[in-house]
């Protein structure tokens, strides 16, 4: 049997874990151009990537989702990946003094193809990296980047292999890709410019012709603007690159939604957004188009054949396989406290409620570390505003996420962290969280225009499966942040009845690893 050394590994892989020389074998000799892998958290999703890249022999873009990611892929496998970042994470090599308050990003010769080339370009940490990674066999990147660039610019486009980890994340980053956004601040410069508002904002056709006006109205003004420009010019700079990239976005923009009437228009107080209803039709264009093989993999996918028809796959071209976990049922055991309905018209009953059952479960754990997934600001809200003992407890706004969840992992004393927005990407290992508390089954928000358009305007029962698709995947990432490793323990609680009426018609799409630690 082949060790990971015979595959070019970093001899911090002496061994393979259990399941990845099968999954490996699976994948290479899959005729199939799509393989869809199911690796819960500690089936080594990272190694049977670059594996399965070593072993075919061919050069390979590997994607994440953060750059946090990226960071620990290159923790990982060193030289032996290539990563490269967007502009904005390197220093200028003319003002290096000045990052990270200049960037990369901030730099003429991008922008101009009038100016003269930087007199920095064979010191700049950027293009040397992107350069590095062009040539290496194994490139990562972030997802956003690489739509951006293979779509663009060209670069990274026609590699053999596409590895996608979380792989069922590719519809939301082909959506932020797609979507046409402007945030308040932004259209304050657009004014500047003497654009005004579409005329109907719920209309495509006045979308439409607003956007074709803000386009030409945007190239002359970035045309303008670029003529003066100079290294010094800061400010400068960065309105022709916001210019560039609007109207960039502006133009594709245009090109899709006429091809497409399902896009629907979405406005708060600090922003105004157009996007796609669904982006299937979208993903061979921007995404699949640019390898001749894809591996995606995600301890999520839960139907390979939904996925597929969801980010624009061909089902007939996939090839599926699911690892069991392989952590003890014993250690990420679930029960399920059926002792509210948390709906809409049921809350003024359903929140006191469990506010009395999270109070119980915090003193059997008051010596622990927790996390409470509360779905929704205004949940937060009520539960800090009525739990005994505020003390203990820390939370946080959209913009602070980060800060707080550093400050949490870092914290000795038992606190529990009350958060709508960390069922993905969190690693809370050992006695960072003992357990976890999830008050609502998380569904998505029926308030989003673009989620009603999705459960109520498709005939099919695609948006019905979509819906529940959503919930379960966003329930099993949820339960998962505290047991990262075979040793590693944490107990999950749910306390909503919703849960039961979830199950009993989704049964199918919840992992069977998952549904062996209910109790």
């Keep these: 049997m082949l060790q990971p050394s015979d595959l070019g590994f970093p001899s911090k892989f002496s061994t393979w874990r259990r399941h990845q020389v099968e999954a490996l074998t699976a994948i290479t000799e899959s005729s199939q151009p799509t393989f869809l892998l199911e690796a819960p958290t500690g089936a080594g999703k990272s190694a049977i990537g670059y594996g399965a890249s070593r072993a075919l022999d061919k050069k390979a873009v590997y994607l994440v989702s953060t750059k946090q990611l990226q960071d620990q892929i290159a923790k990982d496998f060193g030289r032996y990946v290539a990563i490269v970042k967007g502009r904005n994470n390197y220093p200028c090599a003319l003002f290096p003094e000045e990052f990270p308050e200049r960037t990369c990003e901030d730099c003429i010769s991008t922008i101009n193809p009038f100016s003269p080339s930087c007199p920095k370009a064979s010191e700049c940490e950027y ?181 597929a028809d969801n980010v624009g796959l061909d089902r007939q071209n996939v090839a599926y396989m699911s690892l069991p976990s392989l952590f003890p049922v014993e250690h990420r055991l679930i029960y399920y406290l059926p002792i509210a309905n948390v709906v809409k018209k049921n809350v003024e009953k359903a929140y006191p409620e469990l506010v009395r059952t999270i109070e119980s479960i915090l003193v059997k754990h008051k010596s622990e570390k927790g996390l409470i997934h509360c779905v929704s600001y205004a949940l937060r809200d009520y539960l800090v505003d009525h739990l005994a003992n505020p003390k203990r407890f820390m939370t946080h706004s959209p913009t602070n996420r980060e800060k707080q969840l550093v ?113």
């Design 127 to 307: 293009l040397l990296a992107k350069q590095h990674a062009l040539a290496h066999p194994i490139a990562c990147l972030n997802y956003s980047y690489f739509l951006t660039e293979a779509n663009h610019v060209g670069g990274f486009s026609g590699r053999h292999l596409l590895i996608c980890d979380e792989v069922d994340l590719v519809e939301q980053e082909l959506m932020k890709f797609l979507s046409l956004s402007f945030s308040q601040k932004e259209l304050g410069k657009l004014a500047k410019y003497q654009l005004g508002e579409p005329r109907y904002k719920t209309k495509r056709e006045s979308w439409c012709e607003w956007a074709e006006q803000a386009r030409d109205v945007i190239a002359v003004a970035r045309l303008r603007r670029m003529s003066k420009l100079d290294y010094q010019d800061l400010e400068g700079i960065r309105e022709v690159n916001w210019l560039t990239r609007k109207e960039q976005k502006l133009d594709y923009f245009l090109q899709a939604v006429a091809s497409d009437n399902a896009w629907v228009f979405l406005k708060s107080d600090s922003f105004w957004e157009f996007k796609p209803v669904w982006v299937d039709q979208y993903g061979e264009k921007n995404l699949w188009r640019h390898a001749e093989k894809m591996l995606g993999m995600s301890a999520t996918i839960l139907s390979p054949h939904f996925l």
């Design 407 to 519: 400050k949490f992992k870092r914290a000795s004393e038992p606190l529990v962290l009350l958060s709508p927005s960390m069922e993905r990407g969190v690693d809370l290992p050992d006695d960072e969280c003992r357990f976890i508390i999830i008050p609502k089954v998380p569904y998505p928000n029926l308030g989003d225009p673009q989620v009603s358009q999705r459960v109520y305007g498709s005939k099919d029962g695609k948006g019905e499966a979509w819906y529940a698709y959503a919930t379960v995947a966003a329930l099993v990432q949820s339960s998962g942040r505290g047991v990262r490793s075979e040793t590693d323990y944490a107990t999950t609680y749910i306390l909503d009845k919703q849960f039961e009426v979830l199950l009993d018609r989704w049964r199918q799409l919840f992992p069977k690893w998952w549904l062996d630690a209910i109790r």
